[in-house]
Structure formats: C-alpha cells, structure tokens
C-alpha cells in the first residue's frame, strides 16, 4: 500500500463546531505531516510528528489539535474555527524525519462558515 | 526565508513543446524536491536533488541544481496535455522543513 489516505474529503462547519481530520498511512513512515494550502497559494507546513512525538509546530493556533495515536494515523482536532481558516489540508509521510520525498494525500476541503 | 521563489508564475505551450521552470531559493539546503499538483489535489513527488548533485533525470524530467547561484530548473521535455499542473519547488532545510516556492501553473494545450 503506498497511500496516504484523508477524511473527509470535504467538511463544512460552523465557528462553534468540533470536528476531526484524519490521516492514515500504511507504508511504515515514522514522520508525518500537516500542511494548510489557500487557494492559489503554496502549502504551508503547520506539523510534524517523528516516532508519534510532536517535533516541529508552526507556531500554529491552539484551535488546530494535532495527534498521532500510532504510527499509522495522524489527526487533525478542529475547534471553534475562524472562517479565514477554510483551505485545503493535507497530510503527508516520509520514511523518516530526514530529507527524503514526501508522499501527500488528496486531502480535505474545509470551509468554515 | 527558505521558500523557493519560482519563474514564471504561469506558463503555456502547446502539447509537444518543451517547459522550463525556474527556482531560486536564499539559503543552505539539504536537497532541493520538485512536486505537481493538479487542480485542488495532493501533491505528487517528482525528483529530489541532492546539494552535491548538478544534474538529476526521471523518464521527461530533467532538474538542475546550482548551489553557487541558489538555483533550480525543470525541464519537461515533449509535453503533453496531462502534464497540466502546478509544480511547485521545495528546498529541503537544514532544519528539516520543506518549504514550497509559490509555484509555476503550467497550461499545455492540445
């Protein structure tokens, strides 16, 4: 399996909600990651997990949750959002926290209403 | 800033031509990476070039690097009308993030 796989594909939720990204890949990566992407623009990284710890976050707003319960899945804990905070997520794994390639799922669109 | 800054920002040709892309980037790298993305998609991994390597080719693909002058190109040889993407540059930092240029959106026409 060389996929990275996300769901929702799209998500749609009001400033007050509570809702979960979720991420999941097979193919044995140690580190993962969240990137935010507006439309037009580059992605942007927000978090990195090596070995299921939190090693890089982006000075991200505590509104953005991220967990990794095991080496497979990355999640994304979404609260009381901003509706500037609608983009495109991906997630992302490499082998390990190292200067390789990066394998990117299709993500999830998300608006915040 | 790391980030890669790319030219041109949009690029078209007609199908069989070939599209060169450029990067330039303001700091040390580890290596530099190449991605494509396809309307609202994922981004799919092209070619990685290390900072002791000149020259790197993948079947169409064809990525220079000069360390000298913090530069990056992409060719694409013989395009076709699949090949219409964004692709975007990534240095690879010595603090282990890849930072994306702001991309070059290329348009091949049938």
């Known amino acids: 399996d060389t996929e990275v796989t996300q769901t929702p594909k799209h998500l749609v939720m009001g400033m007050t909600n509570k809702k979960s990204l979720k991420c999941e890949q097979h193919m044995g990566h140690r580190a993962m990651y969240w990137y935010k992407q507006k439309a037009k623009k580059p992605p942007e990284l927000m978090f990195v997990?090596?070995?299921?710890?939190?090693?890089i976050n982006e000075s991200v707003p505590s509104r953005f949750s991220p967990e990794c319960p095991n080496s497979s899945l990355l999640n994304l804990h979404l609260h009381a959002l901003q509706p500037e905070d609608s983009a495109l997520y991906l997630c992302?794994?490499?082998?390990?926290?190292?200067?390789?390639?990066?394998?990117f799922g299709p993500g999830t669109r998300l608006t915040v209403l | 800033s790391q980030q890669g800054e790319e030219d041109p920002q949009a690029l078209s040709i007609q199908e069989g031509e070939n599209a060169t892309m450029n990067c330039s980037y303001k700091t040390s790298i580890n290596n530099l990476q190449w991605y494509r993305q396809n309307s609202g998609r994922g981004l799919v991994h092209l070619i990685l070039?290390?900072?002791?390597?000149r020259e790197k080719h993948s079947g169409r693909l064809r990525v220079t690097l000069d360390t000298s002058k913090k530069s990056s190109s992409l060719l694409i040889t013989a395009s076709r009308a699949a090949d219409t993407a964004s692709y975007f540059c990534a240095p690879y930092n010595q603090g282990g993030k890849l930072i994306f240029g702001q991309g070059t959106e290329l348009s091949v026409k049938p």
């Open positions: 070039i290390r900072s002791n390597e």
């Open positions: 992302a794994s490499s082998p390990r926290r190292e200067p390789a390639a990066q394998f």
């Open positions: 997990y090596s070995y299921e710890k939190l090693s």
